[in-house]
Nanobody, 121 residues
C-alpha cells in the first residue's frame, strides 16, 4: 500500500502563488503515475495534472496550462504542484493520488486526505 500526505494549501489573493507537496510512503516502488485532482464545492473531482513516476513530462488540464507546474523528486518520494496566477475559480480541495501496480480498479487507488486552496481577496 501507498500512503499519501498533502501539504501547502491555504488562502491566497488572486494572482498569487502556492506550492502543494505530496509525500508518499509505503510501497512507493509500485507507483506508476501520480496526479493532482481538485474538487470545488458542488462540482465533480477533476484531474489537474499527472506525471509518470519513472520519467517523462507532466500533462495538464487545459484550465491550468501555463499557470501550474507539476514536478517530482523521486529521492524524496514527493511530488509538487506549483500554482501561479491563481484565480478564484481555482478554489477547491486539492488531492494527490497514485496509481499503483496493485490497483484492482484500474484507476488511481491511493489518495491523500486533501488540502484546501482558497483564492479570494
Amino acid at each position: 500500500q501507498v500512503q499519501l500526505v498533502e501539504s501547502g494549501g491555504g488562502l491566497v489573493q488572486p494572482g498569487g502563488s502556492l506550492r502543494l507537496s505530496c509525500a508518499a510512503a509505503g510501497r512507493t516502488s509500485s507507483i506508476i503515475p501520480m496526479a493532482w485532482f481538485r474538487q470545488a464545492p458542488g462540482k465533480e473531482r477533476d484531474s489537474v495534472a499527472a506525471i509518470n513516476w519513472s520519467g517523462g513530462s507532466p500533462t495538464y488540464a487545459d484550465s491550468v496550462k501555463g499557470r501550474f507546474t507539476m514536478s517530482r523528486d523521486n529521492s524524496k518520494s514527493t511530488t509538487y504542484l506549483q500554482m501561479d496566477s491563481l484565480q478564484p475559480e481555482d478554489t477547491a480541495i486539492y488531492y494527490c493520488a497514485a496509481y499503483t501496480s496493485t490497483s484492482k480498479s484500474g484507476g488511481y487507488d491511493s489518495w491523500g486526505q486533501g488540502t484546501q486552496v482558497t483564492v479570494s481577496l
